[in-house]
């Protein structure tokens, strides 16, 4: 009994990895952030790439500290992320190649209607400022943050700088600042529940309130503070032998190009009045004096590029 | 309200028309907590067996240690195994973690115990004689084992029944070790939280009704075994 224990338990591991490296279609494991996978961004890209390339997308949903973790530990193939800061050290630190900018849109402060704090007109140093002195009086929590080290999260603790509080002081308040730990969606919900303050990706908010689940209103948007870049990397293949490179390198073009780009502008605008995401490559490429793309190169450049030279590992082409 | 009563509507209606994206959903919920039981089974009656007909010391021990499992927390057992199976673990080349395999062996690691506990018992509840009737009628000791193994039939597929429901419906073990992808690793428990987060709010519905159907079922059909287990040994004990 126990050698048909042993056999039956070796069987369907083989089988299962067996299956997956001969018969089904090839694989590529994606990790992304939360804000673009809530909104059904994912979901669209998956079908159209999928309907003309012989490859199946396995999309996994994790913040990006989550995601670049996936991709140090060679768990996935690529990651889409939106923490400049974090990125640049992932770079450096080698486990990650080939980056481009594909998307961007902006954070937004989202709050109840009524605004008790009094955050509408001022810009997201001041808003802050009012949040905390007015959450100090309340004995409910005002704030809700992700707290799960994703790029909405990282933005979050550089605006408390901004403003000049300490993060790890101002996150401890835990009479008016909730910390919840999941994803954009959820974050929200649990907003709207409590009627509170929250730094949210504007897609991810746009869908949930076109959608009826939330009715807080977006009361700061469009500054530079606010700025929000997604960009795509690659896992380096020589730290991870195993990792599916070049499909990789193919979903990286196709992200880039005309179609891929138009892909994610056109996304949710039907049903959102507004783009979800606006296509970074054109701006980059064509209008480099226009304001959003200096706001893009002061936030989002390492050394004067998206990705300077040393990380594009022998894919000059990619920046062509 | 009306969103309530709306969502149900909608869910009914992907119920019936056959949704495929719902129906994908329920198939790999059942195949993989069908598999991972099928494999605690294959590992977890062996054990029993061994339980429930020999005297050895440290034999309560073992049998503290499967009970004790039996509530093992599964966002727990989800951490330990994604750490085994992550490229950085110490299985990690056999590239299984977001995989189906690792939901099976995950699962499956989870529920043996239930088919431990509940399988010794069942064994330890044969009347010991039919192990001696079986031996002196010139069976060996295995087709004796065999003999008794038959006896307990009821109580090891009751010990099935319960550890096909604790599968399908858990979730911490299958969304840190499948990574909820979609179309993949997505099952009912995964995509009940992930369409309840992102507001769609009919496709919700629609799966947690088919997994209530499912595991109340499935715990009908657990009662109905018991009732037929006590049936039995009455009929035994009236015919004695």
Redesign the interface.
């Known amino acids: 009994m126990l050698i048909v224990a042993a056999i039956g338990t070796i069987l369907v591991v083989a089988g299962t990895i067996t299956y997956f490296r001969y018969f089904a279609k090839r694989r590529l494991m994606i990790s992304t952030t939360t804000s673009l996978y809530d909104t059904g961004l994912w979901d669209e890209i998956e079908k159209t790439y999928e309907a003309t390339h012989n490859i199946d997308l396995n999309v996994i949903s994790a913040g990006t500290g989550i995601a670049i973790e996936h991709a140090e530990n060679g768990d996935v193939d690529l990651i889409v992320v939106h923490s400049p800061s974090m990125e640049k050290d992932f770079l450096e630190q080698g486990y990650g190649v080939c980056r481009r900018i594909i998307a961007y849109n902006f954070f937004t402060i989202v709050g109840p209607s009524s605004d008790p704090a009094g955050i509408v007109g001022v810009n997201s140093t001041e808003a802050l400022k009012r949040i905390v002195e007015y959450g100090r009086n309340q004995s409910t929590h005002v704030w809700v943050s992700r707290g799960d080290n994703s790029g909405t999260h990282s933005k979050e603790k550089s605006l408390w700088a901004a403003a000049g509080y300490n993060y790890t002081l101002i996150s401890a308040e835990t009479t008016w600042y909730a910390s919840v730990g999941s994803g954009m969606a959820n974050t929200l919900n649990v907003a709207e529940q409590k009627s509170a303050y929250a730094l949210a990706d504007i897609g991810t908010y746009l869908k949930l309130s076109t959608d009826g689940a939330i009715s807080l209103t977006a009361l700061i948007t469009q500054e530079k503070a606010l700025l929000n870049v997604y960009s795509v990397m690659a896992v380096n293949q020589t730290l991870h032998t195993h990792v599916n490179f070049g499909d990789a390198i193919d979903f990286i073009k196709y992200l880039v190009s005309d179609e891929g780009q138009t892909l994610i502008e056109n996304y949710g605008k039907a049903n959102y009045t507004q783009s979800l995401f606006y296509g970074a490559v054109q701006p980059l490429k064509t209008n480099p004096a226009s304001q959003i793309v200096q706001w893009i190169q002061d936030y989002a450049f390492f050394d004067g590029s998206e990705c300077p030279s040393q990380y594009r590992d022998g894919h000059p082409e990619l920046y062509s | 309200m009306n ?1 309530i009563l709306d969502g149900i509507v909608k869910a009914l209606q992907l119920i019936f028309s056959g949704d495929p994206t719902v129906y994908g959903i329920v198939f790999r919920s059942i195949f993989f907590s069908g ?1 991972a039981m ?2 605690a089974t ?2 977890g ?2 054990i029993a ?1 061994l339980l429930g007909l020999k005297d050895f010391r440290g034999k309560s021990i073992i049998k503290g240690f499967f009970n004790t499992m039996i509530g093992m927390p599964t966002v727990a057992l989800g951490l330990i195994l994604f750490l085994i199976f ?3 673990g110490p299985v ?1 080349f ?8 690792a939901i ?2 995950g699962q499956a690691v989870l529920v043996m115990p239930i088919i431990v506990s509940i399988a010794t018992e069942a064994i330890e509840a044969v009347d010991p004689e039919i192990m001696n009737l079986a031996k002196t009628l010139g069976a060996s000791e295995s087709q004796a084992s065999f003999a008794v193994l038959k006896e307990a039939l009821n109580g090891v597929l009751l010990s099935n029944t319960a550890s096909f429901n604790r599968a399908i419906a858990e979730l911490g073990v299958v969304l840190l070790v499948g ?6 690793t997505d099952v009912l428990t995964t995509s009940i939280s ?1 369409y309840t ?3 769609d709010l009919d496709l919700a519905i629609a799966l947690a009704i088919i997994l209530l159907v499912i595991v109340f079922g499935i715990n009908l059909a657990v009662i109905l075994i018991r009732k037929s287990k006590i049936a039995y040994f009455l009929s035994q004990r009236i015919s004695r």
């Open positions: 969103e598999t099928i494999l294959l590992w009656l062996p067996m992550s490229r950085a990690g056999l590239g299984i973690l977001y995989a189906p395999a099976i062996l990574g909820n992808i979609a179309g993949t992930r987060n992102t507001h």
